[in-house]
């Protein structure tokens, strides 16, 4: 099992261009999550979805919008991308959404906006 | 915001030693996990402590939490190279908010060989 994978690894952007970030996960888990990781902020909770055609607002969702066609994918899409989106974007999953349950983690994409 | 803390920062011990590592945080809670972040990944779990739990073990990790304090802490023994890493406190608010974790600032660890 691959876990969860995201693509691309890396990006640069300008300000002002789009790009969809790709999460997916093999573990026929519902929940999926995604957030952004700056220095000294932590993580922090941009969209989440609880099942396929779900989505809902995190923390941090400005700027963002994504989409949870099928169960297994979670796309984070970038507008108009500005400066300040510049960060490290993981995605995560679960197989429920209490408490409880641990999160897993995919290997982050580092997104520059220049 | 509801982010916890950890304290320290940065901590730098040498192989051998026990690393310790605290978590502060501002809501109640059903519990409190913690995960690792090695240099360029994503955040692994260790371990989880139900809110009704003082204290938990898991190899060389032993956990604490103090619900009247709203901390936690984390003690590696025996520390290693291998466990070069930062270290996340998460928690998730009482209030039907599971669904939204929220991550400690992070420690950044470092075991000098």
């Known amino acids: 099992n691959a876990g969860v994978t995201q693509t691309p690894k890396f990006r640069v952007l300008k300000t002002g261009q789009s790009m969809t970030l790709l999460c997916a996960q093999d573990?026929?888990?519902?929940?999926m999550y995604w957030y952004r990781q700056d220095p000294g902020m932590g993580l922090r909770l941009i969209h989440y979805?609880?099942?396929?055609?779900?989505?809902a607002k995190g923390e941090v969702p400005d700027g963002y919008n994504v989409s949870r066609l099928k169960k297994q994918n979670f796309l984070l899409g970038l507008e108009s991308a500005a400066p300040s989106q510049t960060s490290v974007y993981f995605c995560?999953?679960?197989?429920?959404?209490?408490?409880?349950?641990?999160?897993?983690f995919g290997p982050g994409t580092r997104l520059t906006v220049l | 915001s509801q982010q916890g803390e950890e304290d320290p920062q940065a901590l730098s011990i040498q192989e051998g030693e026990n690393a310790t590592m605290n978590c502060s945080y501002k809501t109640s809670i059903n519990n409190l996990q913690w995960y690792r972040q090695n240099s360029g990944r994503g955040l692994v779990h260790l371990i989880l402590?139900?809110?009704?739990?003082r204290e938990k073990h898991s190899g060389r990790l032993r956990v604490t939490l103090d619900t009247s304090k709203k901390s936690s802490s984390l003690l590696i023994t025996a520390s290693r190279a291998a466990d070069t890493a930062s270290y996340f406190c998460a928690t998730a608010a009482l209030d039907g908010g599971g669904n939204q974790f929220y991550f400690g600032t992070g420690t950044s660890l470092t075991v000098i060989p």
């Open positions: 979805s609880v099942g396929e055609g779900t989505t």
């Open positions: 573990m026929n888990h519902e929940y």
């Open positions: 402590i139900r809110s009704n739990e």
């Open positions: 995560a999953s679960s197989s429920g959404g209490s408490s409880y349950n641990e999160q897993f």
